[in-house]
């Protein structure tokens, strides 16, 4: 892994990502960018994932409608599933509420949901100290390693990492893994692409 202070100049991960967000700004240009960076860990967690990083592009700017640098101002932001060299449209967000473009996704993602109605509400209200609280600091859950209460992965790849990392850190014998990942694909089958 790389340093902490190198994160900022390390490249995006276009194949390793959960998540592909392209930013259409005012003034024509666009934006784009990817939810990991090579040499990095993303949070097994990915609806986390997903609401910090929307915070974030709050908290930089882009979502917040009345921030004084107009090279900020955008008409829209774009979140895509990446499933590299393919990507699906699951979001748009706009200053002042958010479309969810793939009605699926947001069953199964209803975390992220509950957090955009939140959020939007907030910022409706102008209550900035809510919009910092809604970010997601710690992991409480999926504390259980073999927890297959919600869906935790989005590809199978991210799976596979998952069960391969238990297995080195000896959390998962061999055998619990292949029985996670039989359950885990039962339960949350996964797209053929």
């Known amino acids: 892994m790389l340093k902490n202070k190198k994160f900022g100049k390390a490249s995006w991960d276009v194949f ?3 998540y592909l967000q392209k930013i259409y700004l ?9 939810s990991k960076r090579v040499g990095f ?19 930089a700017g882009y979502l917040d409608e009345f921030y004084p640098d107009a090279k900020r101002r955008i008409r829209s932001i774009e979140y895509c599933l990446n499933h590299h060299p393919y990507q699906r449209l699951i979001l748009c967000l706009f200053y002042n509420y958010y479309e969810c473009m793939d009605s699926r996704w947001g069953v199964e993602n209803r975390e992220v949901i509950y ?11 102008g209550d900035i100290h809510k919009v910092k609280a809604l ?6 859950r999926f504390s259980d390693p073999f927890d297959l209460s919600q ?7 991210s799976l596979n990492a998952y069960c391969r990392q238990m297995i080195k850190s000896n959390t998962f014998t ?18 053929n692409h």
């Open 16 to 18: 390793d990502s959960t």
């Open 151 to 157: 869906r935790r992965f989005i590809t199978r790849k």
């Open 41 to 59: 860990a993303e949070k097994n967690d990915k609806q986390a994932v997903l609401i910090n990083w929307i915070i974030r592009m709050h908290k």
């Open 135 to 140: 970010y997601i600091h710690k992991k409480t």
């Open 26 to 34: 005012q003034n024509g240009n666009v934006l784009t960018g990817y």
């Open 174 to 191: 061999e055998e619990q893994a292949k029985s996670f990942y039989a359950k885990y694909t039962e339960k949350y089958p996964f797209d």
């Open 115 to 125: 957090f955009l109605d939140n959020f939007y509400q907030a910022i409706k209200r």
